[in-house]
């Protein structure tokens, strides 16, 4: 008894420690390392570098000019320099302002209306999480570019067509395919919330029914709206994948331009850049949480009443239908076109693309990439992932349940992978691990392949944590109290309560740590460089210019287990955390 | 010696203090309860005695042991909950038996034996194989009292396990818990905010008032003798008057209200002090009777009540309004009413 009473008192600071130790390992030492890189040059600190940067209009446009000749403010006007922070800056907030106009409507259709598969769809808008970025690209490419669907279709009637991508706009409807849903799905919650009663009230003291909207429900609305836009805005500046498929280099982001550094191996610049992105991305996730944590999801007492979709035309409903048919064109044509551009070719209906994946493998030279190689490789890392991320993203899930001291220092930073962007975790592990480090007088070097699963774990479980978290502080205080009062140890109830009650929710974090490993692309870009460990994510951006039927082929693959994982999650999470 | 016993206990939150100087003993076997208006301090109480909260300043002794220190699964306790806080992922057997995981059954009883003997007692006999889930209200409430009481516990603690049930069956389970109670002899506190249940249910009661215990008695003593104006009018119906004292008339006290003058003989002689000092004193509405014979004074029915075996009136005198029960129809001005000096309570 004294035995076992001891032990269970040394598991929790002990998992505590290694959990800690893992969190350092994979993700601190890592970012440190950039961090370092990014003040040192040739083992002396300075700033040398990042003055450079700062003062160099490729990166800093209108900025850095200013700084040598502030009257260039007056006489380019309105022309500016952007530069490639601005650049990625203004096509984040072009792609805001897209995935806002795209997703408003949406919340309101969701909202106020009542069709067969509303539900459904509505679970739907919470597939972003989980989706894959390249797939997005992959989607894009099989529809707007040079052999895409739309492109065909628009020459086959006569109209002469040309490839879509390579263009801003493309990166920016990309952008807001992937961030509408999560807008329309926050601001209907929202606008669910709002009580038929208060509209009624407004109606009766003389509001008319535009006059009362505006002044009853936008206001309640305008919490979610901006929680949406400033998401949008954090997810399109960190944008890698998307950008480096559809824009290339002539449309580089912050992120793209840091891989291309790294593909150069001017590891300085890379790092300087990094961390410069890091520290703004840092500042704006923190805007983000502090204003996320201060709404209230409220519960109406009395929703407002559906209007039925289908029915005798009026504006409402004219507005409705118009909008499903630009829901249609932009989320459902991208998806169409990627099944079908897998499925045909010149010769019309085919399984080459699928055979090809297969057959490839025995005719691919040795620097090729082998297409089911990567299928396995992603498989592996998934299952290497769960190991390390389901674990360690339960253990913090607890953590962050309970009080103590320091108890919110541990929160921040178990959730400061949230707001570091892959490349950047890449960027570290390479210089970090793959290239090894030296301590005790010895020098650890670690396989691209570990290095991913590092990385994948390290961006996975703090989806584990928020689907877990919410299900622990939901059980009933006093079901935990009796079960104290029945003789059972703290440890003792979370083994025999708490953990098994919570279940359904490990699940939906295991589906969704999965779900994170097999679409990872920006570290694993990285750290599968001239190596073999690359997975379907990496694969598909190598075939996207070159090969596009195998491309979409393996994107459909990627697809079926993205969407398997995503029926998991809905059917047993508490979603992703992130409203709604 | 006494079983359980509170002494100066004090809680402090961060931002309010619970309770403050709450202070009883409990007997071996005896069935106390705490009751009080919501927020009292009632349930902190129950709480700080389960070693949930860890009080502020005092102790708490368990058999004269202080438990200090002691976290719950230490102490020997039995909790049930007034949502019954059944393990939603276990059978009813298996919750009842989730106790004898850390305690011997008593009387060197099996762990299937010991479970379904409580099965038994809690009238749910052949219940054991099915899911929480699957229970009324009632049911579930049982399999909660019965997991309390599986490890024999030294102390059963109560937190309102009747307020989520309608009025009758609340009712039908008061006379079981109270049953079960006897049987066992267990010691048990039962917090409620029904002084009626309170006054059904207990051995003993302590009434509980802005963190503080304002009585502790017998349900007679604390009906028929209130302590404080609290207990007077918190406990029952009551009528309290402001009055001055005009003088002494033998063992009685002759006080004047608005200037209407009244005998009062509680029975407690001094207490009521000298001419000149003000006192309050109560008299229950049953105790004021239409066309008595002493302390009269006429009032005006203003509304009334029917309940079935009774009626209760709400009547006006002067700008008082005096509540009264009698089974008769009344109506109107011009009614007498009057009181026995014996009934009437000085606080």
Redesign the interface.
């Known amino acids: 008894m004294r035995v076992t009473r001891v032990a269970e008192r040394l598991s929790a600071p002990a998992l505590a420690v290694a959990t800690l130790a893992l969190l350092a390992l994979m993700f601190f030492y890592p970012v440190g390392i950039v961090l370092v890189e990014a003040v040192r040059v040739d083992g002396v600190y300075t700033l040398a570098t990042v003055v450079e940067v700062l003062r160099d209009p490729f990166f800093f446009g209108v900025f850095a000019q200013a700084l040598d000749d502030p009257s260039v403010i007056v006489d380019s006007f309105p022309d500016y320099r952007l530069g490639l922070f601005g650049f990625t800056a203004y096509q984040a907030l072009l792609s805001t302002i897209a995935a806002i106009l795209l997703g408003l409507p949406g919340a309101y259709v969701l909202a106020r209306f009542e069709f067969p598969g509303r539900k459904t769809i509505r679970s739907l808008t919470a597939l972003p999480f989980v989706m894959p970025t390249i797939l997005v690209a992959i989607g894009f490419v099989a529809t707007f570019g040079e052999s895409g669907v739309l492109v065909r279709a628009l020459r086959s009637v006569g109209l002469p067509a040309s490839s879509f991508t390579g263009t801003l706009g493309i990166i920016v409807l990309a952008h807001a395919f992937y961030d509408a849903p999560l807008i329309a799905r926050i601001t209907a919650a929202s606008w669910e919330g709002v009580d038929a009663e208060m509209t009624e009230t407004a109606r009766s003291l003389g509001a008319s029914p535009l006059r009362a909207f505006r002044d009853v429900v936008i206001p309640q609305l305008l919490p979610a709206i901006l929680t949406g836009a400033l998401l949008t805005f954090i997810f399109s500046f960190m944008s890698f994948a998307i950008v480096l498929a559809l824009g290339g280099l002539s449309l580089a982001t912050v992120e793209v331009w840091v891989y291309h550094r790294i593909s150069q191996l001017d590891y300085g610049t890379a790092s300087t850049l990094a961390t410069m992105e890091m520290l703004f991305s840092l500042a704006l996730t923190y805007a983000y949480l502090r204003y996320e944590a201060r709404q209230r999801a409220t519960s109406a007492a009395r929703p407002p009443d559906r209007v039925d979709l289908l029915g005798p035309a009026t504006k409402r409903r004219l507005f409705a239908w118009g909008y499903a048919v630009v829901a249609v064109v932009v989320f459902v044509v991208p998806i169409v076109s990627l099944l079908l551009s897998s499925v045909t070719g010149p010769e019309g209906f085919t399984l080459r693309n699928y055979r090809f994946l297969v057959e490839r493998q025995a005719s691919a030279y040795a620097f090729q990439i082998k297409p089911l190689t990567a299928v396995t490789n992603s498989l592996i890392f998934g299952a290497g992932t769960l190991l390390i991320a389901v674990p360690m993203g339960v253990f913090l899930a607890v953590v962050s349940t309970r009080q103590f001291r320091g108890r919110k220092l541990i929160d921040t930073l178990s959730m400061a992978p949230f707001a570091v962007s892959g490349v950047v975790v890449g960027l570290g592990l390479l210089r970090g691990f793959v290239f090894g480090t030296e301590a005790f007088g010895y020098r650890f070097t670690v396989t691209g392949a570990v290095a991913i699963v590092a990385a994948h774990a390290v961006g996975a479980y703090p989806f584990v944590t928020r689907n877990v978290a919410p299900a622990l502080s939901g059980i009933?205080g006093?079901?935990v109290?009796?079960?104290?009062?029945?003789?059972?140890?703290r440890a003792?109830v979370m083994l025999?309560?708490e953990l098994?009650?919570v279940v359904p929710a490990v699940l939906a974090g295991t589906a969704f740590a999965f779900a994170i490993s097999i679409g990872e692309f920006d570290s694993t870009v990285i750290l599968a460089t001239g190596g073999s460990s690359y997975t379907m994510p990496v694969a598909i951006e190598r075939f996207i210019g070159r090969r596009l039927g195998p491309a979409t082929a393996m994107g459909v693959v990627l697809l079926v287990v993205t969407s398997v994982s995503f029926v998991i999650i809905d059917r047993l999470g508490e979603g992703s955390g992130f409203g709604g | 010696m006494a079983d359980l016993e509170l002494s100066g206990v004090r809680k402090a939150f961060a931002d309010t203090v619970a309770l403050d100087g709450v202070t009883f003993d409990i007997e071996e076997g005896e069935f106390f309860t705490l009751v009080g208006p919501s927020g009292c301090g009632k349930t902190t109480t129950l709480r700080t005695i389960?070693g949930?909260e860890s009080p502020t300043e005092g102790t708490v002794r368990f058999g004269g042991e202080d438990v200090a220190g002691v976290?719950?699964?230490?102490?020997d306790?039995?909790?049930v909950?007034?949502?019954y806080?059944?393990?939603?992922?276990m059978s009813v057997r298996e919750n009842v038996a989730?106790?004898l995981?850390?305690?011997e059954p008593p009387d060197g009883q099996s762990v299937d034996e010991r479970v379904t003997e409580l099965l038994e007692l809690v009238d749910l006999s052949g219940m054991g194989e099915r899911e929480p889930d699957q229970l009324s209200g009632g049911q579930q409430q049982r399999v909660?009292l019965a997991?309390?009481l599986?490890?024999a516990p030294d102390v059963l603690?109560l937190d309102e396990p009747m307020s989520a049930l309608d009025a009758r069956l609340r009712e039908t389970l008061r006379r079981q818990v109270k049953r079960i109670q006897q049987d066992l002899a267990v010691t048990t506190v039962y917090v409620t905010h029904d002084q009626e249940e309170a006054l059904a249910i207990s051995d003993r009661l302590a009434v509980m008032h802005d963190g503080g215990v304002e009585q502790v008695g017998t349900p007679r003593e604390v009906y028929e003798e209130p302590a404080t104006e609290f207990v007077a009018s918190f406990v029952g119906e009551n009528n309290l008057f402001d009055a001055e004292v005009v003088g002494r008339d033998g063992g009685a006290t002759a006080v004047a209200v608005d200037g209407t003058e009244f005998r009062i003989d509680d029975g407690l002689g001094d207490r009521s002090g000298g001419a000149g000092d003000r006192l309050t004193f109560c008299v229950r509405p049953e105790d004021l009777t239409v066309g008595a014979d002493t302390n009269r004074f006429e009032v005006a029915v203003d509304t009334a009540e029917f309940l079935g075996e009774t009626t209760r009136y709400y009547a006006e005198w002067g700008d008082r309004t005096v509540v009264f029960r009698t089974p008769d129809a009344h109506g109107g001005d011009g009614l007498t009413l009057g009181f026995d000096p014996a009934d009437a309570r000085v606080l």
């Open positions: 009933d006093s079901i109290e009796s079960a104290r009062s029945l003789g059972a140890s003792r025999d309560i098994p009650l | 389960a949930l976290p719950t699964e230490d102490r306790v039995g909790i909950f007034q949502n806080a059944l393990f939603p992922h989730y106790g995981n850390f305690a909660a997991r309390a599986a490890p603690l």
